[in-house]
Nanobody, 128 residues
Framework: EVQLVESGGGLVQAGGSLTLSCAASGFIFGDYAMAWFRQAPGKEREGVACISNSDGTTNYVDSVKGRFTISSDSAKNTVTLQMNSLKPEDTAVYYC?????????????????????WGQGTQVTVSS
C-alpha cells in the first residue's frame, strides 16, 4: 500500500522558515518523481516544487524560486521542502504527491504530469 505522510506544518511569522517532510512507502522510491502542491482557501491547487528521485531534477513555481528548496533522501525515502522567507500568501494546505517517472526528458518535469498518489496535507499558516 502506497503511503505519503506529511509533517512539519504550523504557524510562523512572515519572514520565518518551516520545513515540511514527506515520508513515502509502498513503492520504489527511485522510480518516482515527487512534488509539493498547495491549496489556499478559495483558490485552485497549485504545484510548488517537484523533484525526480532518479536524477535530482527539480522544478519550482516562480513565486517560490529562491525561497523554497526541495530535496530527496533515498536512504530515508523522504522528500523535504525547506521554506524560507515565508510570506502570508504562502498560507495554504500543503500536499505531498508522487508519480511514476523513472526517466526525466530534456531536464524538465512538467507540471502537466498527473500525480498518482497524494498525502493527507499539512497546514502552513504565515502571519503578517
Amino acid at each position: 500500500e502506497v503511503q505519503l505522510v506529511e509533517s512539519g506544518g504550523g504557524l510562523v511569522q512572515a519572514g520565518g522558515s518551516l520545513t515540511l517532510s514527506c515520508a513515502a512507502s509502498g513503492f520504489i522510491f527511485g522510480d518516482y518523481a515527487m512534488a509539493w502542491f498547495r491549496q489556499a482557501p478559495g483558490k485552485e491547487r497549485e504545484g510548488v516544487a517537484c523533484i525526480s528521485n532518479s536524477d535530482g531534477t527539480t522544478n519550482y513555481v516562480d513565486s517560490v524560486k529562491g525561497r523554497f528548496t526541495i530535496s530527496s533522501d533515498s536512504a530515508k525515502n523522504t522528500v523535504t521542502l525547506q521554506m524560507n522567507s515565508l510570506k502570508p500568501e504562502d498560507t495554504a494546505v500543503y500536499y505531498c504527491a508522487a508519480v511514476y517517472l523513472p526517466l526525466v526528458l530534456h531536464g524538465l518535469i512538467p507540471w502537466t504530469i498527473k500525480y498518482e498518489y497524494w498525502g493527507q496535507g499539512t497546514q502552513v499558516t504565515v502571519s503578517s
